[in-house]
C-alpha cells in the first residue's frame, strides 16, 4: 500500500492497482484516482515548477481551479498533452505523465536561477526591460524570452485522433452536477422536459461525494447520488455528459460543452473520438457550478505542502488518501473545521488551527468547542502563518499576530507536514458572467453573486452564494430545476428532500477576507503566473487604479487558470491597497472557456479531407483521365493543364493554345455560375442591376453582362441569354456564384420588392463543355442531330435549344479565347456522355483539351478581364475599357451614383492596358510594380502594377496586362518594372494583342 | 482518384454507407411565385400547397412538395418526368407570375435511415430535430456543416436529403465519419 493511502474507506477500486509513472518513475495508484491522488498516495507533493521564478510547486487543490500542478501526459509521441491539471487527470493503466518548465529535472532545475533575479524582474518588468538597444529585440530578447517562457511542449506530430462535434436541444441544461444540479436536475426531468445535465467530473456528486455523513431521503449521501443518477438514466428524455466542461456561455442560451471522452482510458477503442464538442441550445439554463475555494496569502504560501483545505478533505474522503500526517490549518472562515474534524478522525494529527478571527466560536455550531477539546485541537485565534519553512517540502510554519502597526508579535513554530489553507469558498460565477448577467456585490460574502440575468437562465445553490449547508443547496437546486420546467412550457414541481446535515459541515462565518493577507518575501497571489502581494503593491505604488490595469500590468489572474485562485484575493488586495470598497476597483471579466479546450475539439471533425468541401465537375473523372493537373478554384477542383509526357506546364500550355487557334480544343466551363431570373420583372431586374441595357437583347441572343456594387466598382462579369421575354440564362464568374446569388437576393427581397422576379441557380444542372477553335463547327455540326448552326443561324452570342446525339442541349455561341467558340450544356448527368461524344468526333480534328492556364493566356491574348485578377475592388468599367457595356439611357443601376462622383472619372485613375517587355522573351512577374522613372531609389513613385502576365505562343512572345495611372494616355512610352534583378523596360500598348477587330470570332 | 467522382461520391463505392443511400426521383422544380400562383401550381398537381416553414405535402402521391420560403417552393417528382410535369404546370401557371425551373440534375437525394439519423444529422446540422419539434412530415432548406441542404423527415429515423451534386462527397464523407461514433461498425 502507498505511503499516504488508507487501508480502507474512498471511492477507489481497490481490487486492482493501477500503474503509472511520473517523470519516468515508477507507481501505484487505483481506479478512481487522479493523478493528483496518486501521486499524493505515493508522498509525491513536488510536481512541477513555476511559470516564471521556476520555484518548486505541489498540488494545491483537487479540481480545475488547479494552478501548479500542471503536467504534460503522454501516450506517444503524437498523443502527448501539455499542462494539464494533475488534479483533473484521471489515472488509468499505464499513464505516463512529466512535469514541466524544468531543466534538467524536476528536483534540479536551472530555471530556478531566474529566481535569483527576481528583484531585477518586478512586475512589468517586460514592459520597462528589453527596449534597448533596439536591434537587441529580434536577435536576443525574444529568442531569450521565448525559450524561458511557456509551460508545457506541444507535440510536433499531426493529431491522430478523432474529434466529434454535436449540435443538441433542450428544455433545460444543467451545468454542474452536484447537490443543486442534482436535484434540478431531477425537478426538471419530472415534468416530462428534455434535460441535459452535464459536470467536469468523471462522477456526479459533487460535495456530496465527499459527504459521508449527511443523509437524504434516509439514504446516505452517496446512495442518493446513485439513486438520483439512476432515476435520471432510465428517463430516455435526460442526456447526462460527465467529463463534460460547459466552456462557454453564448448568446441566446447556446453553450459550449467539451467532452472528454477517451482520455481516461488505458485503451481507447480504435475510431472513438477523443472528444466531443456540444453546442447546446438550451430554453432554460440552471447553473449550479458550485464554488471554488480560496486560498490566503502570506509568505511561503506556494511551498509544496501548502494545500487548500477543501482539497485535502476530498482526496480524503474520495480516494482514501491523507496527504500529510502532522497537519496545521490556517483559515479565515468556519469550513476549516470540518476538514480539522475529518483529518485527526483518520488518523492524522491537527497541530493547530491557525483562525484569523479573534473570536470565530460564538456563530459556531453548538458542540464545536468540545469536539476540538476532546480531539486535542488547539485554535490560535487572531492569529496568521507568518511564514512557512522547508526545503522543497513544507516543514514548519511560523505563526503570530500581527499588533496595530502590522508588525508581527509573539511568533512561534509549529512543525507540520501538511498546511491546510481556508481561505473561503467563492461561487464560481464564470459562466453567469460569461452570460452577460450583471454581477453584484455581496457585503456579507464579500464576493461577487449573480444579480439581474441576461438570459433565460438562474443559477442555484453554491454559485449563487449558498454557502452554507446541503439542504440549502439541494432545495435551491430542486426550485430551480422546477422554475426552469415551468419557464420552458412543462408543468415541473419541486421535489422536497429529507435531509439530515453532518454536523460539522462547511459554514462560511465570518469572513475577514481584506485583512487576511500577509506581506513578505514570496507572499503569491497568481500561482501560475507567479504573481506576489509586492507586485500588486508596485502596480499601485506606479499609479494603477483600476483592477482591469493592475491585472494587466502584473498579469494576475491572466494564466490559464483565468484568476480562479487568485482574482478575489488580489482584488481585495487592491482595494485595501487603494482605500477604496472592492466593488469600485472593479472585476475582470469572465472569458470562455472556463478551461482550456484543445483546438482540435474546435476544428472536430474539419479536417484532411472533409475541412472544406471539395467539389468536382460531372467531367472530372475525364479530366483525370487524360492526365491533368487541377488547381483550387473556390472549392472546385479544374483541369490546370493537360501535360503529355515530358511537358511541362510551359510546353502544355503553349500547345493547347497552338490547338485552340489554329484547330479546336475542349475545356470544362461547367464551374461557371449560372442563374436563372425569370418572371415578368426580369427585364427591369436585370436593367437595375447590371450596368448593361437588357431591354434590345433579343430572345435567343447574348450579351456580356457588367455587375458593379454600389460603390461603383466592378463586381463580376459573365455572358448572359435572353432565354424569353421574362426569363434570363445568367453566367457568372466561378468564385462569384454565391455572391453574385446572395446580392441579387438581397437586391430581389429588400430594394426592389415592386417586381415581381425570381431566381434560382442552375450552376449544377448543366455540364458545359466550351469547344473552341476555327474548327469548332466542323466539329459539332454532325453532333447536334441536324440543328443549323451555321454563321448565319447561330451568330457569335446567340443561344439555341436542341439535341446533341439525343441528350437535350443548349448551345450558346460564345468565346472566351477569341476563336469561332461554343458552350454544349447538357444535363448534368449526361456530361460526361456528351463530352465523350465530342472528344469521338474531335479525334480527327486534333480536338486537344485545354485548362484554365491556357483559357487565361488565350484570353489575355484578347485582353478580355478576369475578374479578381484583373480587378481588385478598386476598378471601375472605364478603367477597364468597359465603359461601352454601360447602358446610358438608362435610369439607374446598381452602382449609377457612384460612378458620377468626380473622382471616378480622374485622368490619373489606373487604367488597364497592355505591356510588352523589351526583350520578349522576357515574362513579367503578376504582382510587379511600374514606374515611370527609371533609377529611382526607393521608396520610388509607383504607378501601377502587373495584373496578367504570360508567354504567348500564339505571339511568339511574352504579354501582360497591368493598371497604369492614366495608363491609356501613355500608350507608346516606355514605362519600367524594377525587379531584384534590374529594371526591366516595358512599352505600353492597348489591352488586346491578338485579332483586336474580332475577325476571328464573326466566321 | 478514380472516376466515380465524376458523380460525386460514386455511392456504391465502399465509403457509402448502407444506412445512406442514393435515391433519385424521376424530376424536381424550384417553383417560385405569389399565393395565387402557388395555388394554382398546387392544384394542377392535386396536393395542398406546403405554405408554411417546416411543411410538406404530397404525402400518399407521387409528388413531394417543400415549403424553402414565403414565395419558394422545391417539387420532387418521383415518377412524373421533367419534360411531362414542367409543360404541366407551365399550362396551369399560364398568365400567373412566376418562375418554374428544371433542378433535377442539380441535386441529388439520399436516404438517411438509422436508428441514430437524427443525432447524426446534429452532428452538423444545428435544428432541433426532436420529432415533437421537426416531426414527421416536416421538411425545410437548412445547413450540414459547410453545405446547404434541404431535410425532409420521411418517419421517425428516416430522412430524405437533397443536397447539391458536387457538395454530395463532402456530405457523405462527413457522415461517414460521424456515424463511427454511433455505429463503429457500420
Same mark, same amino acid.
Given at each position: 500500500?502507498?505511503?499516504?493511502?488508507?487501508?480502507?474507506?474512498?471511492?477507489? $477500486?481497490?481490487?486492482?492497482?493501477?500503474?503509472?509513472? *511520473?517523470?519516468?518513475?515508477?507507481?501505484?495508484?487505483?481506479?478512481?484516482?487522479?493523478?493528483?491522488?496518486?501521486?499524493?498516495?505515493?508522498?509525491?507533493?513536488?510536481?512541477?515548477?513555476?511559470?516564471?521564478?521556476?520555484?518548486?510547486?505541489?498540488?494545491?487543490?483537487?479540481?480545475?481551479?488547479? #494552478?501548479?500542478? !500542471?503536467?504534460?501526459?503522454?501516450?506517444?509521441?503524437a498523443r502527448?498533452t #501539455?499542462?494539464?491539471?494533475?488534479?483533473?487527470?484521471?489515472?488509468?493503466?499505464?499513464?505516463?505523465?512529466?512535469?514541466?518548465?524544468?531543466?534538467?529535472?524536476?528536483?534540479?532545475?536551472?530555471?530556478?536561477?531566474?529566481?535569483?533575479?527576481?528583484?531585477?524582474?518586478?512586475?512589468? &518588468?517586460?514592459?520597462?526591460?528589453?527596449?534597448?538597444?533596439?536591434?537587441?529585440?529580434?536577435?536576443?530578447?525574444?529568442?531569450?524570452?521565448?525559450?524561458?517562457?511557456?509551460?508545457?511542449? @506541444?507535440?510536433?506530430l499531426p493529431d491522430p485522433d478523432r474529434y466529434a462535434q454535436q449540435h443538441a436541444h433542450c428544455e433545460?441544461l444543467?451545468v454542474?452536477?452536484?447537490?443543486?444540479?442534482?436535484?434540478?436536475?431531477?425537478?426538471?426531468?419530472?415534468?416530462?422536459?428534455r434535460?441535459i445535465?452535464c459536470?467536469?467530473?468523471?462522477?456526479?456528486?459533487?460535495?456530496?461525494?465527499?459527504?459521508?455523513?449527511?443523509?437524504?431521503?434516509?439514504?446516505?449521501?452517496?446512495?442518493?447520488?446513485?439513486?438520483?443518477?439512476?432515476?435520471?438514466?432510465?428517463?430516455?428524455?435526460?442526456r447526462?455528459l460527465?467529463r463534460t466542461t460547459a466552456f462557454g456561455y453564448f448568446p441566446h442560451n447556446h453553450l459550449g460543452l467539451s467532452e472528454r471522452i477517451t482520455d481516461?482510458?488505458?485503451?481507447p477503442p480504435a475510431g472513438l473520438a477523443r472528444e466531443r464538442l456540444w453546442q447546446v441550445r438550451a430554453q432554460?439554463v440552471?447553473?449550479?457550478?458550485?464554488?471554488?475555494?480560496?486560498?490566503?496569502?502570506?509568505?511561503?504560501?506556494?511551498?509544496?505542502?501548502?494545500?487548500?483545505? $477543501?482539497?485535502?478533505?476530498?482526496?480524503?474522503?474520495?480516494?482514501?488518501?491523507?496527504?500529510?500526517?502532522?497537519?496545521?490549518?490556517?483559515?479565515?472562515?468556519?469550513?476549516?473545521?470540518?476538514?480539522?474534524?475529518?483529518?485527526?478522525?483518520?488518523?492524522?494529527?491537527?497541530?493547530?488551527?491557525?483562525?484569523?478571527?479573534?473570536?470565530?466560536?460564538?456563530?459556531?455550531?453548538?458542540?464545536?468547542?468540545?469536539?476540538?477539546?476532546?480531539?486535542?485541537?488547539?485554535?490560535?485565534? @487572531?492569529?496568521?502563518?507568518?511564514?512557512?519553512?522547508?526545503?522543497?517540502?513544507?516543514?514548519?510554519?511560523?505563526? $503570530?499576530?500581527?499588533?496595530?502597526?502590522?508588525?508581527?508579535?509573539?511568533?512561534?513554530?509549529?512543525?507540520?507536514?501538511?498546511?491546510?489553507?481556508?481561505?473561503?469558498?467563492?461561487?464560481?460565477?464564470?459562466?453567469?458572467?460569461q452570460?452577460?448577467?450583471?454581477?453584484?456585490?455581496?457585503?456579507?460574502?464579500?464576493?461577487?453573486? #449573480? /444579480?439581474?440575468?441576461?438570459?433565460?437562465?438562474?443559477?442555484?445553490?453554491?454559485?449563487?452564494?449558498?454557502?452554507?449547508?446541503?439542504?440549502?443547496?439541494?432545495?435551491? $437546486?430542486?426550485?430551480?430545476?422546477?422554475?426552469?420546467?415551468?419557464?420552458?412550457?412543462?408543468?415541473?414541481?419541486?421535489?422536497? *428532500?429529507?435531509?439530515?446535515?453532518?454536523?460539522?459541515?462547511?459554514?462560511?462565518?465570518?469572513?475577514?477576507?481584506?485583512?487576511?493577507?500577509?506581506?513578505?518575501?514570496?507572499?503569491?497571489?497568481?500561482?501560475?503566473?507567479?504573481?506576489?502581494?509586492?507586485?500588486?503593491?508596485?502596480?499601485?505604488?506606479?499609479?494603477?487604479?483600476?483592477?482591469?490595469?493592475?491585472?494587466?500590468?502584473?498579469?494576475?489572474?491572466?494564466?490559464?487558470?483565468?484568476?480562479?485562485?487568485?482574482?478575489?484575493?488580489?482584488?481585495?488586495?487592491?482595494?485595501?491597497? !487603494?482605500?477604496?470598497?472592492?466593488?469600485?476597483?472593479?472585476?475582470?471579466?469572465?472569458?470562455m472557456p472556463y478551461?482550456p479546450i484543445t483546438f482540435a475539439s474546435f476544428a472536430g471533425q474539419a479536417r484532411g479531407e472533409i475541412f472544406d468541401p471539395v467539389r468536382r465537375t460531372p467531367?472530372h473523372g475525364?479530366?483525370v483521365?487524360?492526365?491533368?493537373?487541377f488547381e483550387d478554384v473556390g472549392m472546385w477542383k479544374r483541369?490546370?493543364?493537360?501535360?503529355?509526357?515530358?511537358?511541362?506546364?510551359?510546353?502544355?500550355?503553349?500547345?493547347?493554345?497552338?490547338?485552340?487557334?489554329?484547330?479546336?480544343?475542349?475545356?470544362?466551363?461547367s464551374t461557371l455560375g449560372k442563374i436563372?431570373?425569370? /418572371?415578368?420583372?426580369?427585364?427591369? &431586374?436585370?436593367?437595375?442591376?447590371?450596368?448593361?441595357?437588357?431591354?434590345?437583347?433579343?430572345?435567343?441572343?447574348?450579351?456580356?453582362?457588367?455587375?458593379?456594387?454600389?460603390?461603383?466598382?466592378?463586381?463580376?462579369?459573365?455572358?448572359?441569354?435572353? !432565354?424569353?421575354?421574362?426569363?434570363?440564362?445568367?453566367?457568372t464568374t466561378t468564385g462569384g456564384a454565391a455572391r453574385v446569388l446572395a446580392m441579387m437576393e438581397d437586391?430581389?427581397q429588400?430594394?426592389?420588392?415592386?417586381?415581381?422576379?425570381?431566381l434560382t441557380s442552375t450552376t449544377e444542372q448543366w455540364a458545359?463543355?466550351?469547344?473552341?477553335?476555327?474548327?469548332?463547327?466542323?466539329? !459539332?455540326?454532325?453532333?447536334?442531330?441536324?440543328?443549323?448552326?451555321?454563321?448565319?443561324?447561330?451568330?457569335?452570342?446567340?443561344?439555341?435549344?436542341?439535341?446533341?446525339?439525343?441528350?437535350?442541349?443548349?448551345? &450558346?455561341?460564345?468565346?472566351?479565347?477569341?476563336?469561332?467558340?461554343?458552350?454544349?450544356?447538357?444535363?448534368s448527368d449526361?456530361?460526361?456522355?456528351?463530352?465523350?461524344?465530342?472528344?469521338?468526333?474531335?479525334?480527327?480534328? =486534333?480536338?486537344?483539351?485545354?485548362?484554365?492556364?491556357?483559357?487565361?493566356?488565350?484570353?489575355?491574348?484578347? =485582353?478580355?478581364?478576369?475578374?479578381g485578377?484583373?480587378?481588385?475592388?478598386?476598378?471601375?468599367?472605364?478603367?477597364?475599357?468597359?465603359?461601352?457595356?454601360? /447602358?446610358?439611357?438608362?435610369?439607374?443601376?446598381? =452602382?449609377?451614383?457612384?460612378?458620377?462622383?468626380?473622382?471616378?472619372?480622374?485622368?490619373?485613375?489606373?487604367?488597364?492596358?497592355?505591356?510588352?517587355?523589351?526583350?520578349?522573351?522576357?515574362?513579367?512577374?503578376?504582382?510587379?510594380?511600374?514606374?515611370?522613372?527609371?533609377?529611382?531609389?526607393?521608396?520610388?513613385?509607383?504607378?501601377?502594377?502587373?495584373?496578367?502576365?504570360?508567354?504567348?505562343?500564339?505571339?511568339?512572345?511574352?504579354?501582360?496586362?497591368?493598371?497604369?495611372?492614366?495608363?491609356?494616355?501613355?500608350?507608346?512610352?516606355?514605362?519600367?518594372?524594377?525587379?531584384?534583378? /534590374?529594371?526591366?523596360?516595358?512599352?505600353?500598348?492597348?489591352?488586346?494583342?491578338?485579332?483586336?477587330?474580332?475577325?476571328?470570332?464573326?466566321? | 482518384m478514380s472516376d466515380t467522382a465524376s458523380s460525386g461520391i460514386g455511392m456504391g463505392t465502399t465509403l457509402a454507407p448502407a444506412w445512406l443511400q442514393r435515391v433519385t426521383p424521376?424530376?424536381r422544380?424550384v417553383?417560385?411565385?405569389?399565393?395565387?400562383?402557388?395555388?394554382?401550381?398546387?392544384?394542377?398537381?392535386?396536393?395542398?400547397?406546403a405554405?408554411?416553414p417546416g411543411r410538406c405535402?404530397?404525402?400518399?402521391?407521387?409528388?413531394t412538395?417543400i415549403w424553402l420560403g414565403?414565395?419558394e417552393r422545391l417539387?420532387i417528382?418521383?415518377?412524373?418526368?421533367?419534360?411531362?410535369?414542367?409543360?404541366?404546370?407551365?399550362?396551369?401557371?399560364?398568365?400567373?407570375?412566376?418562375?418554374?425551373?428544371?433542378v433535377t440534375q442539380r441535386q441529388v437525394g439520399l436516404r438517411l435511415a438509422a436508428a441514430f439519423a437524427a443525432d447524426l444529422l446534429n452532428c452538423g446540422c444545428p435544428l432541433d430535430l426532436d420529432p415533437a419539434r421537426f416531426p414527421v412530415g416536416s421538411g425545410t432548406r437548412t445547413l450540414f456543416n459547410k453545405t446547404d441542404i434541404v431535410l425532409w423527415r420521411r418517419g421517425v429515423d428516416d430522412f430524405h436529403i437533397e443536397v447539391w451534386r458536387s457538395f454530395e462527397d463532402y456530405l457523405v464523407r462527413w457522415m461517414a465519419e460521424a456515424a463511427q461514433d454511433f455505429a463503429p461498425q457500420r
Amino acid at each position: 500500500m502507498s505511503v499516504a493511502r488508507l487501508p480502507t474507506g474512498g471511492q477507489v $477500486g481497490r481490487d486492482r492497482t493501477l500503474r503509472f509513472s *511520473f517523470d519516468g518513475k515508477s507507481y501505484e495508484g487505483l481506479q478512481g484516482d487522479t493523478l493528483a491522488s496518486a501521486l499524493l498516495a505515493n508522498g509525491v507533493h513536488l510536481v512541477g515548477r513555476s511559470f516564471k521564478y521556476h520555484r518548486p510547486r505541489g498540488i494545491m487543490t483537487a479540481g480545475p481551479e488547479e #494552478p501548479s500542478a !500542471l503536467v504534460t501526459v503522454r501516450r506517444d509521441a503524437a498523443r502527448s498533452t #501539455p499542462n494539464l491539471r494533475a488534479t483533473q487527470v484521471e489515472l488509468y493503466d499505464g499513464l505516463c505523465a512529466v512535469s514541466q518548465n524544468r531543466w534538467p529535472s524536476l528536483r534540479f532545475d536551472l530555471g530556478r536561477l531566474t529566481e535569483l533575479f527576481s528583484p531585477l524582474l518586478p512586475a512589468g &518588468f517586460y514592459y520597462k526591460t528589453f527596449m534597448w538597444p533596439r536591434t537587441a529585440w529580434h536577435q536576443l530578447y525574444e529568442p531569450l524570452i521565448r525559450r524561458m517562457a511557456g509551460l508545457g511542449e @506541444a507535440p510536433l506530430l499531426p493529431d491522430p485522433d478523432r474529434y466529434a462535434q454535436q449540435h443538441a436541444h433542450c428544455e433545460v441544461l444543467v451545468v454542474g452536477a452536484g447537490p443543486a444540479g442534482l436535484a434540478a436536475a431531477l425537478a426538471a426531468s419530472r415534468s416530462g422536459a428534455r434535460v441535459i445535465l452535464c459536470d467536469e467530473r468523471p462522477r456526479f456528486g459533487g460535495s456530496l461525494l465527499c459527504d459521508d455523513r449527511s443523509r437524504i431521503d434516509g439514504l446516505a449521501a452517496t446512495e442518493w447520488v446513485t439513486a438520483a443518477i439512476a432515476e435520471l438514466a432510465q428517463n430516455p428524455r435526460v442526456r447526462l455528459l460527465p467529463r463534460t466542461t460547459a466552456f462557454g456561455y453564448f448568446p441566446h442560451n447556446h453553450l459550449g460543452l467539451s467532452e472528454r471522452i477517451t482520455d481516461h482510458l488505458a485503451e481507447p477503442p480504435a475510431g472513438l473520438a477523443r472528444e466531443r464538442l456540444w453546442q447546446v441550445r438550451a430554453q432554460q439554463v440552471v447553473l449550479a457550478t458550485g464554488s471554488i475555494e480560496q486560498p490566503l496569502v502570506f509568505p511561503g504560501n506556494d511551498r509544496p505542502g501548502v494545500m487548500l483545505a $477543501g482539497a485535502a478533505l476530498r482526496y480524503l474522503k474520495e480516494q482514501a488518501v491523507m496527504p500529510g500526517r502532522r497537519v496545521v490549518i490556517v483559515t479565515i472562515c468556519d469550513s476549516a473545521y470540518r476538514v480539522a474534524f475529518e483529518m485527526q478522525a483518520a488518523g492524522a494529527r491537527v497541530a493547530a488551527i491557525i483562525d484569523l478571527r479573534p473570536d470565530p466560536s460564538p456563530a459556531q455550531p453548538d458542540g464545536w468547542q468540545q469536539r476540538l477539546r476532546q480531539a486535542g485541537i488547539a485554535v490560535e485565534t @487572531a492569529a496568521r502563518v507568518l511564514r512557512t519553512r522547508g526545503r522543497g517540502h513544507v516543514s514548519a510554519v511560523e505563526i $503570530g499576530r500581527l499588533d496595530a502597526a502590522g508588525l508581527p508579535t509573539g511568533q512561534r513554530s509549529i512543525d507540520c507536514d501538511l498546511l491546510l489553507v481556508a481561505g473561503g469558498f467563492v461561487p464560481s460565477v464564470h459562466l453567469f458572467s460569461q452570460s452577460r448577467g450583471k454581477l453584484r456585490y455581496d457585503e456579507a460574502l464579500q464576493t461577487y453573486l #449573480p /444579480g439581474d440575468s441576461a438570459e433565460s437562465e438562474r443559477s442555484a445553490g453554491a454559485c449563487r452564494g449558498l454557502l452554507s449547508g446541503l439542504a440549502a443547496a439541494l432545495q435551491d $437546486g430542486a426550485a430551480a430545476g422546477a422554475a426552469a420546467a415551468n419557464a420552458s412550457g412543462c408543468a415541473g414541481e419541486e421535489p422536497r *428532500f429529507e435531509i439530515i446535515e453532518d454536523s460539522t459541515a462547511a459554514t462560511a462565518g465570518r469572513l475577514p477576507r481584506a485583512e487576511a493577507a500577509v506581506s513578505g518575501p514570496k507572499a503569491f497571489v497568481d500561482f501560475q503566473h507567479d504573481v506576489m502581494l509586492k507586485d500588486l503593491d508596485l502596480a499601485m505604488r506606479e499609479g494603477f487604479r483600476s483592477i482591469e490595469h493592475i491585472k494587466r500590468y502584473t498579469t494576475t489572474g491572466m494564466a490559464t487558470d483565468q484568476g480562479k485562485t487568485s482574482n478575489v484575493n488580489a482584488l481585495h488586495h487592491a482595494a485595501r491597497g !487603494l482605500g477604496k470598497p472592492v466593488p469600485s476597483v472593479g472585476l475582470t471579466t469572465f472569458r470562455m472557456p472556463y478551461t482550456p479546450i484543445t483546438f482540435a475539439s474546435f476544428a472536430g471533425q474539419a479536417r484532411g479531407e472533409i475541412f472544406d468541401p471539395v467539389r468536382r465537375t460531372p467531367m472530372h473523372g475525364w479530366a483525370v483521365r487524360q492526365g491533368a493537373v487541377f488547381e483550387d478554384v473556390g472549392m472546385w477542383k479544374r483541369a490546370r493543364f493537360f501535360p503529355r509526357s515530358g511537358e511541362d506546364m510551359h510546353a502544355a500550355v503553349a500547345r493547347e493554345c497552338r490547338a485552340v487557334r489554329e484547330g479546336c480544343g475542349v475545356f470544362d466551363a461547367s464551374t461557371l455560375g449560372k442563374i436563372v431570373v425569370a /418572371g415578368p420583372g426580369a427585364t427591369a &431586374f436585370m436593367d437595375r442591376f447590371y450596368v448593361n441595357d437588357w431591354s434590345k437583347l433579343a430572345v435567343g441572343r447574348c450579351k456580356y453582362g457588367v455587375l458593379l456594387r454600389d460603390d461603383g466598382f466592378v463586381y463580376d462579369d459573365g455572358v448572359v441569354a435572353r !432565354l424569353a421575354e421574362d426569363r434570363f440564362h445568367v453566367t457568372t464568374t466561378t468564385g462569384g456564384a454565391a455572391r453574385v446569388l446572395a446580392m441579387m437576393e438581397d437586391y430581389r427581397q429588400t430594394e426592389w420588392t415592386d417586381l415581381d422576379v425570381w431566381l434560382t441557380s442552375t450552376t449544377e444542372q448543366w455540364a458545359v463543355i466550351a469547344v473552341q477553335g476555327p474548327r469548332a463547327r466542323e466539329l !459539332l455540326a454532325p453532333l447536334v442531330d441536324g440543328l443549323d448552326i451555321s454563321a448565319a443561324a447561330l451568330p457569335h452570342m446567340a443561344v439555341v435549344h436542341g439535341t446533341l446525339r439525343g441528350m437535350p442541349m443548349m448551345l &450558346f455561341r460564345v468565346s472566351f479565347t477569341g476563336e469561332l467558340g461554343f458552350e454544349v450544356n447538357v444535363p448534368s448527368d449526361q456530361g460526361a456522355a456528351a463530352l465523350d461524344a465530342i472528344c469521338e468526333a474531335g479525334k480527327a480534328l =486534333g480536338l486537344t483539351p485545354y485548362g484554365t492556364e491556357t483559357m487565361h493566356v488565350l484570353r489575355a491574348e484578347k =485582353g478580355f478581364i478576369i475578374i479578381g485578377q484583373d480587378t481588385d475592388g478598386t476598378v471601375t468599367p472605364d478603367d477597364v475599357g468597359l465603359t461601352w457595356a454601360i /447602358g446610358k439611357a438608362k435610369p439607374d443601376f446598381v =452602382g449609377k451614383r457612384a460612378l458620377a462622383r468626380p473622382a471616378m472619372h480622374a485622368p490619373d485613375r489606373k487604367q488597364l492596358v497592355g505591356l510588352l517587355t523589351r526583350d520578349p522573351r522576357v515574362v513579367l512577374e503578376e504582382g510587379a510594380q511600374v514606374v515611370d522613372v527609371p533609377g529611382q531609389a526607393p521608396p520610388m513613385k509607383l504607378i501601377g502594377h502587373v495584373t496578367s502576365s504570360y508567354a504567348s505562343a500564339t505571339l511568339g512572345r511574352s504579354i501582360a496586362l497591368a493598371v497604369v495611372a492614366g495608363g491609356r494616355a501613355r500608350i507608346g512610352q516606355t514605362l519600367h518594372v524594377p525587379m531584384p534583378g /534590374g529594371e526591366i523596360p516595358v512599352e505600353v500598348c492597348a489591352p488586346v494583342f491578338y485579332d483586336p477587330k474580332g475577325a476571328r470570332l464573326n466566321v | 482518384m478514380s472516376d466515380t467522382a465524376s458523380s460525386g461520391i460514386g455511392m456504391g463505392t465502399t465509403l457509402a454507407p448502407a444506412w445512406l443511400q442514393r435515391v433519385t426521383p424521376a424530376a424536381r422544380f424550384v417553383l417560385q411565385g405569389g399565393p395565387s400562383a402557388l395555388a394554382a401550381a398546387a392544384r394542377a398537381l392535386g396536393i395542398p400547397d406546403a405554405d408554411a416553414p417546416g411543411r410538406c405535402s404530397g404525402e400518399g402521391t407521387t409528388l413531394t412538395l417543400i415549403w424553402l420560403g414565403p414565395d419558394e417552393r422545391l417539387l420532387i417528382a418521383w415518377l412524373e418526368d421533367a419534360a411531362s410535369l414542367g409543360a404541366r404546370l407551365e399550362a396551369a401557371l399560364a398568365g400567373q407570375a412566376h418562375s418554374l425551373v428544371d433542378v433535377t440534375q442539380r441535386q441529388v437525394g439520399l436516404r438517411l435511415a438509422a436508428a441514430f439519423a437524427a443525432d447524426l444529422l446534429n452532428c452538423g446540422c444545428p435544428l432541433d430535430l426532436d420529432p415533437a419539434r421537426f416531426p414527421v412530415g416536416s421538411g425545410t432548406r437548412t445547413l450540414f456543416n459547410k453545405t446547404d441542404i434541404v431535410l425532409w423527415r420521411r418517419g421517425v429515423d428516416d430522412f430524405h436529403i437533397e443536397v447539391w451534386r458536387s457538395f454530395e462527397d463532402y456530405l457523405v464523407r462527413w457522415m461517414a465519419e460521424a456515424a463511427q461514433d454511433f455505429a463503429p461498425q457500420r
